[in-house]
């Protein structure tokens, strides 16, 4: 359900929500397994992960027979705050169905890429359900509060164009390309994409602990990569930082 591949020589990790049959929605099993998934990617040193889900579609949402399960909601927000916390980049490649959960997934993410023809919409109000309060708040972050009550109190649709439009999809195209994306963002400063995400975290999440914010800092301002990102730049050659 859950399948994990590096590439860019280990530096990126993809993670592929496939489940075709339901448009990849997700069951609390489906979570556990995206966040062990992720924390494997960490684990294992990436420095950049792609969420993609396969068949066409990123994600409808959440599986409708399970979706009041008791151990759904705790697994959901298992996955969704592993995903947005995870010291790397994570990216998410929206097409076809990105729906309810699917939409959370995005937010959860730090970027996001998308087909001119993706769809997302949180369709809570279609099910009688009410999103929680985090997601409320990436979601009005990431579109605006106009735009955000229109997802959630009109249960209105965005196209991956609109979104982009909007701000919301950073870039326009295909999963592929938000994996060589990824791939180039791993080539950065690793100290650097940490703390600058937990620096973005932090400036509407007051769960965030602003010593940790300053101690991210004080680490990338003291590493062996300032040293080596300074050398690159008077010897006019790419950086090879390793995270330190």
């Given at each position: 359900m859950i399948r994990a591949e590096p590439t860019g020589g280990g530096s990126v990790v993809v993670v592929t929500l496939d489940r075709p049959e339901r448009r990849n929605?997700?069951?609390a099993q489906a979570c556990h397994d995206l966040a062990d998934a992720v924390g494997a990617a960490v684990a294992g040193g990436a420095?950049?992960?792609v969420l993609r889900g396969a068949g066409g579609h990123l994600c409808a949402g959440a599986d409708l027979a399970t979706v009041t399960d008791h151990d759904f909601a705790p697994a959901l927000r298992r996955a969704l705050d592993t995903v947005a916390e995870a010291p790397l980049v994570v990216v998410a490649a929206?097409?076809?169905?990105c729906m309810?959960?699917?939409?959370?997934l995005a937010v959860a993410a730090d970027l996001r890429v998308a087909t001119p023809t993706a769809r997302f919409a949180v369709p809570a109000g279609r099910l009688g359900i009410v999103v929680d309060h985090w997601t409320?708040?990436?979601v009005s972050r990431a579109v605006g509060p106009g735009q955000a009550a229109a997802l959630l109190l009109a249960a209105e649709e965005l196209t991956g164009e609109r979104a982009h439009a909007l701000g919301f999809v950073q870039r326009l195209g295909a999963p592929d390309d938000a994996v060589a994306w990824a791939e180039e963002i791993a080539t950065l400063a690793p100290l650097s994409a940490q703390g600058h995400k937990l620096a973005l975290r932090a400036v509407d999440d007051p769960a965030v602990?602003?010593?940790?914010?300053?101690?991210?800092?004080r680490a990338a301002w003291a590493s062996a990569d300032l040293v080596e990102g300074r050398a690159a730049r008077a010897e006019r050659r790419p950086p090879r930082f390793g995270g330190r």
């Open positions: 929605a997700l069951d420095r950049a992960l929206a097409e076809g169905a309810g959960a699917g939409v959370q409320v708040r990436r602990d602003a010593g940790a914010v300053a101690a991210a800092h």
